[in-house]
C-alpha cells in the first residue's frame, strides 16, 4: 500500500497518539492535509513559533491569544498557545474532535505536566476523537503514554518513483527555459536510479535538481559528484562513518583463503536474487593488529561498494531505549547504502553483557540478531573483534553469518609480503632490500609492528642523513617486543581456541 493508505488507516483507527520521525515536515503535513477532508475532521497545527492554528475546518481558538481562569478561579489571565502545556491545556478543555500537529514538540516531551496532559487527552479519546500527531526528526514519547500511540515512517521512494522524480525536475527546468531541451545519458540516468535508492523524497529531488540545474544535463560526470553528496547526507547522522580509503587486493599482505572466498562470492552479493542466496557476512577474530581492519577495507574494495563504519561507542545513550534506537537508525542507515560493506569494529565493545549496562548489551544484541534475521538488502557484514571470550554465543553460532575467519600472526612468506607493501607505500624499493632476512628476524610481529618498524627505520636514516635499510630496519625489530611476547599467554590463549573452531585466513 502507499503512504496515503497506511496513514489514512491509522488516522481512523483508534489510536490518540502517532509519531512521525522524519526530516520531510513539509511532504507529512501536506499528506495529512489532503487527508483530513475525507477523514471529515478539522485540522489544526502547533509549533513553538505560532502556537495553535487551524488549517483545515472550524476551530474553537485563536492562535495569537486564549483566556483561562486559574485554578483560585480569582482571575482571568491572557496566554498565547505557544508555550506547550498551554496549547495541551487548551486543546483539552476544547473538547473538539480532530487532528492536531505537533511540530518539534519533542523538546518538551520530559516534563512531568506535559505528559500528565497529553495522557489525559489519550485517555478521552474514545469520547472526544482528539488525535495527537507528533512531527519531529527525533521523536521518543515517554513511557507513561506510549500504550496510547503508533508509530508512522514514510516510505523511501521506489526505483519507479525516484524514476518519476527525475522527469519532474527534467520538466521543471525545461518548463523555464523556454526553447532548451535538456540533455539526457539514458545509462547516467540509470546510475542515478541506483545511487538514489535509499534517500528520501526531498533529499533524492533536491539532488537530482542539482544534477540538472548545473548544465542542463544529465550525464556520467553527475554521477560521482551525486554519490558524494548520498555520502555526506548519511554521515551528517554520526552513528555511521564512510571510510574513503578503502583497499585493493594488493595492498593485504596473506588472507589468502580469504581473498579467494570473496572473489568467489563477488558477483553473488551484488545480483543474488534472494537472500537465501547473498553471502551475509564474515566475523574477523584475531590478534590485535593483525590485520582485521585491512581485510575489512578490502572487501570493500574489492567488491567496489561503499565502506560504512559503526561506532558502537556513539551509540550509547543515557536514556532508556535511545541505545537500540540509535543502533536502528544506523543500520536502517545502512540499507538506505545497499549495496555496502558494514563494518562493525570491535563489535565485542557493544554487545558484551557486563553488571552495570542495565541490560543494554543483551537489548542492542537482540537488535542486532532480528536485523540480521530480516535483512533484505544486500549490506555485507564484517564484525571485527579481539576478544573471542565476550562474544555472545548467539553471535557466533553458524548462519548467523557466512563464516567465522581466524587472522593468525604472519608467517615468514606473508611477513616477506608485509614487508614489501608498505616498503613500497613508503617509495622504497623492496629489492634493495633483504625481505628474507626481515621476515625472518619479525617473528611474531603482526602486520601493524612490521609497518611500525619499516617507519622507525625511516626516522632513523632521516637521522642519520642516509637511506633505509636492511640493517636499519632489523635494528628497530630487535628494539621492538612484540604483543605475542608482552601479552604471550593471552595470544596463545587465543590462537589455541581458534584451531578447529574457525577457518584461517
Known amino acids: 500500500m502507499s503512504d496515503r493508505d497506511d496513514l489514512e488507516i491509522i488516522l481512523r483507527s483508534h489510536v490518540a497518539l502517532i509519531t512521525v520521525c522524519t526530516h520531510e515536515e513539509t511532504r507529512i503535513v501536506d499528506l495529512i492535509k489532503s487527508l483530513a477532508p475525507r477523514l471529515d475532521m478539522p485540522l489544526s497545527s502547533w509549533t513553538v513559533t505560532d502556537g495553535l492554528d487551524a488549517l483545515i475546518g472550524n476551530a474553537t481558538f485563536n492562535r495569537n491569544e486564549l483566556r483561562l481562569v486559574d485554578e483560585s478561579h480569582i482571575e482571568a489571565r491572557a496566554k498565547s498557545t505557544t508555550d506547550p502545556e498551554y496549547a495541551l491545556r487548551v486543546v483539552r478543555d476544547a473538547k473538539q474532535a480532530g487532528i492536531k500537529l505537533l511540530l518539534d514538540f519533542h523538546s518538551f516531551l520530559n516534563e512531568p505536566v506535559i505528559t500528565r496532559l497529553i495522557k489525559e487527552i489519550a485517555q478521552d479519546h474514545d469520547i472526544r476523537r482528539q488525535k495527537l500527531v507528533f512531527i519531529s526528526h527525533d521523536i521518543k514519547l515517554p513511557r507513561d503514554v506510549e500504550r496510547f500511540s503508533a508509530s508512522f515512517e514514510l516510505k523511501l521512494p521506489t526505483p519507479r518513483a525516484i524514476g518519476r522524480i527525475i522527469n519532474e525536475e527534467a520538466a521543471i527546468w525545461a518548463s523555464r527555459k523556454i526553447g532548451e531541451r535538456i540533455r539526457v545519458d539514458r545509462e547516467a540516468v540509470n546510475a542515478l536510479v541506483t545511487n538514489l535508492a535509499g534517500l528520501t523524497d526531498s533529499d533524492a529531488r533536491r539532488l537530482v535538481r542539482n544534477a540538472i540545474y548545473d548544465d542542463g544535463a544529465i550525464t556520467a560526470e553527475d554521477v560521482p559528484e551525486l554519490v558524494a553528496a548520498k555520502r555526506n547526507l548519511v554521515d551528517q547522522g554520526g552513528l555511521l562513518s564512510f571510510e574513503f580509503d578503502t583497499a585493493h587486493l594488493a595492498d593485504v599482505g596473506g588472507f589468502d583463503n ?12 551484488q545480483t543474488a536474487a534472494s537472500l537465501t542466496d547473498r553471502p551475509k557476512g564474515v566475523m574477523l577474530l584475531g590478534v590485535q593488529g593483525g ?3 585491512l581485510a575489512a577495507k578490502a572487501i570493500a574494495g574489492i567488491w567496489k561498494v ?12 543515557k536514556f532508556f531505549g535511545e541505545t537500540e534506537r540509535n543502533l536502528r537508525e544506523a543500520l536502517r542507515t545502512a540499507e538506505s547504502m545497499a ?17 552495570y549496562d542495565s541490560g543494554t548489551s543483551k537489548r542492542l544484541l537482540g537488535t542486532l540478531l532480528t536485523w540480521m534475521a530480516e535483512i533484505r538488502k544486500a549490506v555485507f557484514m564484517v564484525a571485527t573483534a579481539n576478544d573471542v ?16 575467519v581466524f587472522v593468525d600472526l604472519p608467517t615468514p612468506p606473508v611477513r616477506q609480503e608485509i614487508f614489501s607493501i608498505h616498503l613500497s607505500k613508503r617509495q622504497l624499493d623492496p629489492e634493495r632490500f633483504d625481505l628474507k632476512a626481515l621476515a625472518l628476524n619479525s617473528d611474531g610481529f603482526t602486520g601493524a609492528e612490521i609497518e611500525q618498524a619499516v617507519v622507525a627505520a625511516r626516522y632513523a636514516a632521516t637521522a642519520m642523513d642516509t637511506t633505509a635499510s636492511t640493517e636499519l630496519v632489523i635494528d628497530e625489530l630487535l628494539k621492538t617486543k612484540p604483543l605475542s611476547v608482552v601479552r604471550f599467554e593471552d595470544v596463545e590463549r587465543l590462537r589455541g581456541w581458534a584451531e578447529g573452531r574457525t577457518v584461517s585466513a
Open 258 to 269: 580469504l581473498k579467494y572466498w570473496l572473489e568467489r562470492r563477488k558477483t553473488q552479493f
Open 291 to 293: 590485520g582485521k581492519s
Open 306 to 317: 561503499p565502506l560504512l563504519r559503526l561506532d558502537f561507542g556513539v551509540l550509547y545513550n
Open 339 to 355: 549495496p555496502c560493506v558494514l563494518w562493525c569494529d570491535e563489535i565485542e565493545k557493544g554487545i558484551a553483557t557486563g553488571d
Open 389 to 404: 571470550t565476550a562474544l555472545p554465543p548467539e553471535l557466533m553460532r553458524k548462519g548467523r553469518l557466512d563464516e567465522i
